[in-house]
């Protein structure tokens, strides 16, 4: 089910996307229930379709509403892919470290996400299940020369024991707010010059129970209330 925990009584200056993919059971839905709620469930069945739940946090003294999209690993439940790409500037590509073929399959799906998302999406490869060290079948090292060689963020975590799932999650959204107040920074100037930025363009996002949220800003992946 989507859940949606608006606060409407707080100003949001950004609303960030981040889609979540990877093979089914890697951890996906749970890394989402860890970082907005604190949760875990070990009974996790298959997301069928697409689900997202939000998180507010501060930067900067800036109020960043995270909209984190989850969706099915298994092809015939997953949502349709344009769709489900659109208007997002980060993701998070999870395997699990104890299933060699998720992450055999992290190029595959590297390849659908440049496919469809913005050229400059941020990206994080996680490798879940850190907790299952005695059934590791990914050494650190490889997926480590792997996101390196592609440029890709790298952690391992676990949603069942909270290893770095908030710093997971914070990292993308800091390095999102990094280049979107650079690109706030260059549009401003780029409207004096009559130039055009090509950092994290997006598209419009619309949160149910909100008004579309592009306008103000120059860059409308993000809102500015
Ligand atoms: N040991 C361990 N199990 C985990 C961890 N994260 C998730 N699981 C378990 O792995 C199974 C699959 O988790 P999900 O979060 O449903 O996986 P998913 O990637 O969302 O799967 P799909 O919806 O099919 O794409 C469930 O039984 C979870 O409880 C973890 O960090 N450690």
Not at 181 to 204: F, R
Request: some cysteine; overall charge negative; charged content about 25%.
């Amino acid at each position: 089910m989507s859940n949606y925990q608006g606060n409407f009584n707080s100003k949001i200056d950004y609303v960030f996307k981040v889609v979540l993919i990877g093979d089914s059971a890697v951890g996906k839905s749970q890394l989402l229930a860890r970082f907005a709620r604190d949760e875990f469930n070990i009974d996790s069945k298959a997301t069928i379709g697409v689900e997202f739940q939000t998180k507010t946090v501060n930067m900067d003294r800036k109020t960043v509403k995270a909209q984190i999209w989850d969706t099915a690993g298994q092809e015939r439940y997953r949502a349709v892919t344009s769709a489900y790409y659109r208007g997002s500037v980060g993701a998070m590509l999870v395997y699990d470290i104890s299933k060699r073929q998720t992450f055999d399959h992290v190029a595959k799906w590297l390849e659908e996400l440049r496919g469809h998302a913005d050229k400059n999406i941020v990206i994080m490869l996680v490798g879940n299940k850190s907790d299952l060290e005695t059934l590791r079948a990914v050494p650190t090292e490889d997926a480590r020369e792997f996101a390196e060689k592609e440029s890709l963020f790298f952690m391992e975590t676990s949603a069942l024991d909270c290893t770095n799932v908030e710093s997971a999650f914070l990292t993308v959204l800091t390095e999102i707010y990094r280049i979107v107040s650079k690109k706030s920074l260059m549009a401003n100037e780029e409207t004096e010059s009559g130039g055009s930025s090509s950092l994290l363009k997006g598209t419009d996002i619309v949160v149910p129970g909100q008004e579309p949220v592009s306008g103000g800003r120059s860059f409308n992946c993000c809102t500015s209330s």
